[in-house]
């Protein structure tokens, strides 16, 4: 039981270039998250999936996508990278949207764009 | 403006010694505050949650309290160990929206020996 697993780990991307960064979770959850973490700041909603085949825009969506490929699979997109999304992304599930449920997070992708 | 507070910034300690985490919130109401434990270069784990009407919760050495006149919750570490050094994050719930949590920019512990 891995719980929430991310790929990659690092990642150094010029400007301009895209990427997707993936999520898996083994945990059956219904709800999948997106956040991104700046030093001096705290963690940041991108978008979420509240369920399968659903997903929505958080506080910070600008310049990024998301694909809820299936219940197990969140995908983060950036298709033009600037250097202000260099960040650590987290990807979080939880059993179900809403504040009562835990939400579990992964050990993050530390992004670079030059 | 950042709605979630936490102080201090970082904090050094001595192994066996207590500490306590301050965070004030202006998110009023709210649904639930959270404290986390995220290890360096890992992601964060849940230490305790308690709603608007609780006021105090345990995990073991870990105690977090709860004052929502005054709109603080600070976490209290007992015996500490090298093993807490770790930041220590603050979250708050609105009620109102299923999946808007506000967090804290978090206390950076280093404990040692």
């Known amino acids: 039981n891995a719980g929430v697993t991310q790929t990659p780990k690092f990642q150094v991307l010029k400007t301009g270039q895209s990427m997707t960064l993936q999520c898996a979770q083994d945990?059956?959850?219904?709800?999948m998250y997106w956040y991104r973490q700046d030093p001096g700041m705290g963690l940041r909603l991108i978008y979420y999936s509240a369920s399968e085949g659903t997903t929505d825009k958080g506080e910070v969506p600008n310049g990024y996508n998301v694909s809820r490929l299936n219940k197990r699979e969140f995908s983060l997109r950036l298709e033009s990278a600037a250097p202000s999304q260099t960040s650590v992304y987290f990807c979080?599930?939880?059993?179900?949207?809403?504040?009562?449920?835990?939400?579990?997070f992964g050990p993050g992708t530390r992004l670079t764009v030059t | 403006k950042n709605q979630v507070e936490q102080s201090p910034q970082s904090l050094i300690i001595l192994e066996g010694k207590n500490c306590t985490l301050q965070?004030?919130?202006?998110?009023?109401?709210?649904?639930?505050l959270r404290w986390y434990k995220q290890d360096t270069g890992r992601g964060p784990v849940s230490l305790t949650i308690m709603t608007f009407s609780e006021n105090t919760k345990s995990n073991g050495r870990y105690t977090a309290t709860l004052d929502a006149d005054t709109k603080q919750s600070s976490l209290h570490i007992t015996a500490s160990q090298l093993s807490d050094s770790a930041s220590y994050i603050c979250?708050?719930?609105?009620?109102?929206?299923?999946?808007?949590?506000?967090f804290g920019a978090g206390t950076r512990l280093t404990v040692k020996p």
């Open positions: 979250v708050v719930s609105p009620p109102n929206n299923n999946n808007d949590m506000r």
């Open positions: 979080a599930s939880s059993e179900a949207p809403g504040q009562g449920y835990e939400q579990y």
């Open positions: 945990m059956n959850h219904n709800s």
């Open positions: 965070c004030n919130y202006t998110v009023s109401p709210f649904s639930n």
